[in-house]
Structure formats: structure tokens, C-alpha cells
């Protein structure tokens, strides 16, 4: 961003981080919101539990000025207030299946509360380590962008010629451990990228919103076909699930949820709390479950995102039925009239229907196919083998009935919206094998709407009958198959 004047005055008139250091509350309204939602790591509050704390904070400051009419109005005006879109400073929403109203900090807000917090003098600052992860943090780049062979196996030999030589010198009792300034350092640091990583959550959830809105007024400014409209607003889906921070948001989700890794930030945090250097600086007491409130903050943005994308199925549900409502309307008018054209007819002939009789075209009736080039057929005479041959291997053909496996899935999607390939032939097994499977992906193609999800695999089985006979067990691997409705 281009911090020349233009930006910076717009910036200062619209950016809500901005006006709120601009206000003449800005100490009370961010220290609050600081203790109630940044410090605890609360992601929402209702209403009348906010209203209670800030009623109790307006009380305590009061009592400070010694002056019993500062900030007049009552608790509920000022979060009304600071909800506004003139302010922006909190997000007041509502849960589906209540009528309370539910307040949650934006990220402009959780922005100007960190700038506040790093505005105080620290008693130590540490560079070494930040350098060390800026320089560790490049060669990552470069090792992982190196396309040659050769260069990557070197860098490889070069990194365990080096352990090793640790490692002798460890087993030597050439032992080097980090001094406190080092562990101060370090500590430090992490605990600084532990709090910036909560506050990302409320913007990777803001963005996400965001996105949700700008789909909604798509819809409702949409003037083409529904399977336009579905086409594009499953594209715009994908496009947040598959870009950089949808990535980045999903590796870190799936990095956190291992219990491997929760027990291993458990042991690591109490080893490194309890060194006497770390204990000295009395950390906050919640760092030693720091990972437990990212796993929560990341439980609340993936429950956002679900909540949304079942708000926008309602949504789709609603105009499908405002539609459907418009073609029953139109139907209405057209039988008023024929009602009205009953009662009055008009005289001579308005309207001519063809006669109703039935087409019928006998299959003998076709003409035969007539090739372009007529074949030159070689005069040879055709005589007649010793060998037998039994003609009960014309009898034998595999045929597959298209009929009968579509109306098993007709019958599957009577009682419920989708139902996956491998529940399908768990529910009626394969009869002829390989080929009754490649039928069903055929009739999927070409009579259902297909789901293909290539991130999950299904095992399908059936028993085949080998050469000599017996029955054998098969096996198919394959992406997970969504018939729906």
C-alpha cells in the first residue's frame, strides 16, 4: 500500500482502526473491549453479558473521575453506537433460532488494540532470533524453489555432515545450550507471533463473511439461469477454499488437529515455562494453553463457515421457491383466461390441435445400412474344420441392465438427497463385476448429477469367479462418487 496523501486521508476518514484512536473514548472503548474479548480470547458475547461488564466498567470509571455524569448513556446505547457502520468497532449479529443479540470484535478493532499494545516501552527487545528466523525463512525459500538435483543433494549432504558433527561433539560433552538473554529472546518473539496468529482468525472469518455477502447480492441481482448461477457461485467457492490464505488457513487446521502435535506444544510449553529465565519475565498465564485457544478461534472461524454456506443453501432454497411460486402464478392467469374464453368463446376457429393419433414406425421398416465403398470379397473356398466347438460360448455374453441400475438409484434418492457408489453397492452388490461398475459411472455421466470428490478414496469390492471357477475377491480404488438428487 502506497502511503502517500490521498491514502492516508482516506484512511483517516474510513478505516474503523483509525477512528477509533481518533475518539474521544478511545482509552475506555479500547481498553473494554481489550478485557472482554482480546484478553480471554472471547470470540462472541451476547448482549445483555456485554451490556452487564461495560456497566460495571462506566461505574468503575466514574468513580475514578469523581464524576457521577460522565458518559451519560446507558451501557446498551454505546455498543448499539459502536456497532454502527459509521463506527465499525464491533460486529452485532444474530444466532440462527434466537432473538438475542450477539456482539463480536472486527479486525480494524483487534488491529488498533495491537498497535496500542506495542506503543508501551519493552524492557527487552530481541533481534537475534528474528534474524535468525528471517535468515532461516530464506533458505527455506531458496532450497524449496531449487529445481536441480544435484544442488538439493548437497545442500542435503551438507546439513547431515553437520548434525553429525553436533552429534560427536555432544557425545564428546561438548555441550552448548542458550544463554537467558537467548531464551528471553526467543520467548519473546513467540509469544508475540502466538498473540498475532488469534488476531488473523477474525480477519480470515471477516473475509469469509464478506465473501457470503457479495454472493448474496449476486443471487439477488441475478438475471440469468439457476445453473449459471449455481456455476458461478460454486466457482466462487472453490476460489476461497483453493486460494493462498484458503491454503494456508486448511495446512494450519490440519497441522493443529493432530493429537501428535497438541501433546507435543503441551510438553514443549511446560519445559519452557518452568526455565528459570522464562519464569523471571512472569509470562501471562494463558501461553501455557496457547494452542488450545488457536484450536477454538480456528473451531469458531470453520462453525462461521459452515453456518454461512447453510445460510446460502436456505437462501437458494427461497429463491428456488419464489420461482417455483411465479410459475404457479403464471399457470393461474392461463387457466382465468381459459375460464374467461369458456364463458365468452370467440366465434370462427381461434385455435387448431392436430390430430391425436400415434406415430408408429415398424423395425423392419428402416432401411438397412447401405456401406459407401462396396467390399471386395476374395473367392476363396471355405471348408469345414475337424475341431468342435461348443456353441454354448454365445450364450455366455455379460449383459449389463442400464434399466435396472438406474432405477436402483432412483429408489436410493427417494428417501434421502445423495447417496455415495459405495453405499449403493453395499446396498445391492455387483453382479457382473468390473463391467456393472463402469455401467454405473456411465449412467452417472449421463442421467444424474454427479459429485466426484478426488481428496477421498473408496474401496469397492465384489466377488468374481476366476478361470478354474472360484470365486475371488475384487477390489477397486477410487475417488469418492455422489449420486444426487
Same mark, same amino acid.
Given at each position: 500500500? #502506497? ?27 479500547? *481498553?473494554?473491549?481489550? &478485557? ?20 460495571? *466498567?462506566?461505574?468503575?470509571? &466514574? ?57 508501551? /516501552? $519493552? ?46 561433539? +555432544? ?24 498473540? /498475532? ?11 469469509? $463473511? ?5 454472493? &448474496? ?18 466457482? /466462487? ?5 483453493? #486460494? ?14 493432530? *493429537? ?25 498465564? &494463558? ?21 454461512? *454456506?447453510?445460510?446460502? !443453501? ?15 402464478? +403464471? ?47 476374395? #473367392? ?26 438406474? !432405477?436402483? +438409484? ?43 470428490? /478426488? ?31
Amino acid at each position: 500500500m #502506497s502511503l502517500d496523501f490521498d491514502t492516508l486521508d482516506a484512511l483517516r476518514t474510513h478505516n474503523p482502526a483509525w477512528r477509533l484512536l481518533r475518539s474521544d473514548h478511545a482509552p475506555l472503548i479500547a *481498553s473494554f473491549l481489550h &478485557r472482554v474479548f482480546v484478553a480471554p480470547n472471547v470470540r462472541v458475547m451476547a448482549a445483555a453479558d456485554l451490556a452487564e461488564a461495560l456497566e460495571d *466498567s462506566l461505574y468503575a470509571v &466514574r468513580q475514578q473521575l469523581d464524576t457521577p455524569t460522565a458518559f451519560p448513556k446507558s451501557a446498551i446505547d454505546y455498543l448499539n453506537d459502536w456497532a454502527t457502520p459509521d463506527k465499525g468497532w464491533l460486529r452485532k449479529f444474530y444466532k440462527t433460532g434466537t432473538d438475542e443479540a450477539q456482539f463480536d470484535l472486527t479486525p480494524a478493532t483487534e488491529k488498533a488494540i495491537s498497535w496500542l499494545q506495542q506503543l508501551s /516501552e $519493552r524492557q527487552f527487545v530481541g533481534t537475534e532470533s528474528r534474524l535468525l528466523t528471517l535468515f532461516d525463512l530464506l533458505k527455506k525459500m531458496h532450497e524449496g524453489s531449487e529445481t536441480d538435483p544435484v544442488k538439493r543433494t548437497a545442500e542435503l549432504l551438507k546439513k547431515r555432515a553437520e548434525i553429525d558433527a553436533e552429534i560427536a561433539r +555432544i557425545q564428546a560433552g561438548d555441550v552448548s545450550v542458550l544463554d537467558d538473554t537467548a531464551l528471553k529472546d526467543r520467548f519473546q518473539q513467540f509469544t508475540q507471533g502466538a498473540r /498475532e496468529l488469534l488476531a488473523d482468525f477474525r480477519e480470515v472469518e471477516h473475509n469469509f $463473511r464478506q465473501l457470503d455477502r457479495n454472493v &448474496r447480492m449476486r443471487i439477488a441481482r441475478w438475471e440469468g439461469s439457476k445453473g449459471a448461477l449455481l456455476e458461478d457461485i460454486m466457482g /466462487e467457492r472453490d476460489a476461497i477454499a483453493d #486460494s493462498d490464505q484458503g491454503k494456508s488457513f486448511r495446512a494450519f487446521w490440519d497441522f493443529l488437529l493432530s *493429537s501428535r502435535r497438541q501433546e507435543e506444544l503441551t510438553e514443549l510449553l511446560d519445559r519452557i515455562l518452568h526455565l528459570p529465565a522464562i519464569a523471571a519475565l512472569q509470562p501471562d498465564t &494463558r501461553t501455557r494453553r496457547i494452542h488450545y485457544d488457536w484450536m477454538e478461534a480456528g473451531e469458531h472461524t470453520q462453525r462461521t463457515v459452515a453456518a454461512l *454456506s447453510h445460510q446460502l !443453501r436456505r437462501f437458494l432454497d427461497d429463491q428456488a421457491w419464489l420461482e417455483n411460486r411465479r410459475i404457479m402464478d +403464471i399457470l393461474r392467469g392461463i387457466e382465468s383466461k381459459a375460464l374467461d374464453v369458456q364463458a365468452n368463446p370467440p366465434s370462427g376457429i381461434f385455435m387448431e390441435i392436430p390430430d391425436a393419433r400415434a406415430h408408429i414406425e415398424l423395425v423392419m421398416e428402416r432401411p438397412l445400412f447401405t456401406p459407401v465403398l462396396k467390399p471386395v470379397i476374395a #473367392s476363396l473356398t471355405v471348408q469345414e474344420g475337424d475341431d468342435p466347438v461348443d456353441p454354448a460360448a454365445l450364450f455366455e455374453q455379460v449383459v449389463v441392465d442400464k434399466a435396472r441400475l438406474t !432405477r436402483l +438409484i432412483r429408489q436410493a434418492l427417494q428417501d434421502q438427497n445423495q447417496i455415495t457408489l459405495k453405499e449403493l453397492i453395499t446396498r445391492q452388490p455387483l453382479q457382473h463385476g468390473l463391467a456393472e461398475l463402469v455401467t454405473y459411472l456411465q449412467l452417472g455421466s449421463d442421467l444424474f448429477s454427479v459429485a466426484i470428490d /478426488e481428496h477421498s478414496t473408496e474401496l469397492v469390492r465384489w466377488q468374481a469367479a476366476d478361470v478354474d471357477g472360484h470365486l475371488t475377491s475384487r477390489t477397486a480404488r477410487m475417488p469418492r462418487i455422489v449420486f444426487m438428487r
